[in-house]
């Protein structure tokens, strides 16, 4: 009996292993790669639309393949002249955390962040509308979060909404932003498309490097 217990306890231990995917080589800490970035990881504490730390998320920092990594090397550059810096707020996301987003969807009694981040829609339609997607372009490791801070205080530029606030007033193009506003989406959005990322038509924060080296991968490896 205890020799059949040690075997499922060796068992478990080879699936787990198994089953626990490994960083590839080329995904970096941003941080390392970017001078002066400022890292915000939301997924990492409790402020963000699920409000606690989404499954995956082991350390808060900003994980991206080598090649988006260099092009926001570059975004940077082209930013501090004119006294300006990037800070992110999510980068490479762990498939199991989408699954996570996928569970809290469907458990329509959780709604205490909506005041914060969904006020104006209800959440059923956050996946249909397209503002959280059932598989990410996150997870492929090339897509990132982000926003523009005044330098050296790093304090954010007005973009009109906040991050993830789940609203047509998110959409890069919205009409009625106030002209500070859509100035500031105009410049982040111009520089970021300037050294090869697109920009998502929901969100003026999303950006995908469009030579991505996985546009069919999603990895599910620990952010840490």
């Known amino acids: 009996m205890r020799a059949f217990t040690l ?18 080589a080329d995904f970096v800490n941003v941080a390392d790669v970017v001078p002066g970035l400022v890292v915000e990881a939301r997924y990492a504490g409790y402020y963000n639309f699920v409000g606690q730390p989404i499954e995956g998320y082991e350390a808060p920092v900003c994980l991206l393949t080598r090649q988006a990594a260099e092009a926001l090397v570059q975004v940077q550059g082209s930013l501090k002249p004119f006294g300006f810096g990037l800070k992110v707020f999510d980068c490479y996301r762990p498939a199991r955390a989408v699954a996570e987003f996928v569970r809290w969807a469907e458990d329509a009694g959780d709604t205490r962040m909506k005041p914060e981040f969904y006020p104006e829609i209800d959440k059923s339609e956050l996946f249909p509308k397209g503002y959280i997607a059932e598989k990410s372009g996150h997870s492929r490791g090339s897509t990132a979060d982000l926003t523009l801070v005044d330098l050296p205080t790093g304090v954010e530029v007005y973009m009109g909404t906040g991050f993830d606030f789940f609203s047509e007033r998110s959409w890069p193009d919205d009409p009625e932003q106030p002209s500070e506003a859509r100035a500031n989406r105009l410049m982040l959005s111009s520089v970021m498309q300037r050294h090869g990322f697109k920009p998502y038509p929901y969100e003026w924060w999303h950006f995908t490097l469009v030579d991505e080296p996985y546009p069919d991968t999603y990895f599910d490896f620990s952010v840490k």
């Open 7 to 24: 075997f499922l306890a060796v068992m478990t231990l080879s699936t787990a292993s198994a089953n626990a995917e490994e960083r590839p």
